[in-house]
């Protein structure tokens, strides 16, 4: 793929993160984000490409694609309906 874009995959689980890497493989920038931060980091830690981020507001803003890949509908629609806090300075 020539043509790289900025991409927010919601949900580090076995399909979230694979499907990050393959995108963070083939170019993409792609921006990891899940309720665990600690498991969107584990999984961007030997991800090409794959970003890590702490809040739905490092995650979004400014992404070409948002790819929600969460539990079921109630966990989207929740995730979806949150105030989206401003980026973290850290």
């Given at each position: 793929m020539s043509d790289a874009s900025t991409v927010a995959v919601l949900g580090a689980g076995a399909l979230g993160t694979a499907m990050a890497t393959r995108l963070g493989g083939?170019?993409?920038?792609?921006?990891?984000?899940?309720?665990?931060?600690?498991?969107?980091?584990a999984a961007a830690e030997h991800?090409?490409?794959v970003?890590?981020?702490?809040?739905?507001g490092d995650a979004v803003p400014?992404?070409?694609?948002?790819?929600?890949?969460?539990?079921?509908g109630e966990a989207v629609a929740e995730v979806m309906t949150v105030t989206t806090s401003p980026p973290s300075t850290s």
């Amino acid at each position: 793929m020539s043509d790289a874009s900025t991409v927010a995959v919601l949900g580090a689980g076995a399909l979230g993160t694979a499907m990050a890497t393959r995108l963070g493989g083939t170019g993409h920038q792609v921006r990891l984000w899940n309720r665990t931060e600690e498991r969107a980091r584990a999984a961007a830690e030997h991800a090409p490409g794959v970003t890590a981020v702490g809040g739905l507001g490092d995650a979004v803003p400014g992404a070409a694609v948002v790819i929600t890949v969460l539990r079921d509908g109630e966990a989207v629609a929740e995730v979806m309906t949150v105030t989206t806090s401003p980026p973290s300075t850290s």
